[in-house]
């Protein structure tokens, strides 16, 4: 048997959602595999913590236990493998204009901790039982975290194991009550086990609207989401009014667009858009607030450009470089698109939405 998970991408609501803004994240088809070697093996921190949640669970006799130590983990599909080749068509496509320097294979953003931490815990439980791979994978991938200095708020978990569009927050959200909030999904369960326990996450299914496309980019330079939480962390103790008034805006806007996910079809697309454009002044806002350049050069140029289209651009999760999103009317030519990203500095990736979440499944190699 193998189990793979979806990476993500977090829309809006970063930082914010720390404090229980909700946040709208997206599930994308770049996948962690894992499989069970016939002997146990050397760990990364996320099998080892899974190792350890399981055990603390269920005891270090449990096979589930022993199976996770006998795990390991694919994620190579979460470093751009095709840089070269993507640059090259780039710079085609955008003629004499210069595409981001750097030929070398970049990881890539997408939450590769959190995938691989999923497929674990789903493997060695073997199930695809969504709330109990929820449950343990939370609570490993904290622990794993938690050695870093930001335990995180569980969003990119969440995206890897239920799949698709998700509202998150880390306690019952004020938009449950809304018309898609019978496609919630709720987690009931606190993480007993948990060194430092978590309120329980809110996770609402949403859909995508088809009249939005959403575009990933690579800024061309990687980022430190650890490191940057720390970092915003430190500053809002320095500079506590207008951190704070920040967060305020990217808590507001991260409303709103999981607002606009529930709004009629022939409203949501203009809705979203608008509100995604809030929530990049927003980021804005933070990082002038906490003075750390969360938001790279590429991202403003792209959104100048998007806004004369529709559409605008803005980072993702912790910011701070790494893989961006633009997001503008369906109508609005993909080649127009690609090529006024790249002459912005940024480089289109080829990822899509993945409505699937966790899952097990025979091993076909």
Known sequence: MIATAPGKLILTGEYAVLDGAPALVV???RRAVARRNATPRGSSPFLLAVAQEIAARRGASDPATRAAFEISVDSTAFYDQATARELATSARLASAVAAPAGNDASKLGLGSSAAVTVAATALALETAHASEILEIALAAHARAQGSRGSRGSGADIAASVYGGTIVF????????SSPAGSGSLPIASEMANDPVPSPVPWIESRRWPKDVTLVPFFTGAPADTAQLVARVHAARDQHRTAVDAALAAIAEASRAACVALAAPPDIAPVALIGAMALAADATDQLA?????????PCVTAARAALARLGGTAKTTGAGGGDVGVAVVPAAIDATHVGRLLIEAGCQPLRIALDETGVDLRPDAS
């Open 27 to 29: 599930a994308v088809d």
């Open 169 to 176: 927050s880390r306690g019952p959200s004020e938009l449950a």
């Open 288 to 296: 002038a607030a906490t003075r750390i350049a969360l938001v790279p």
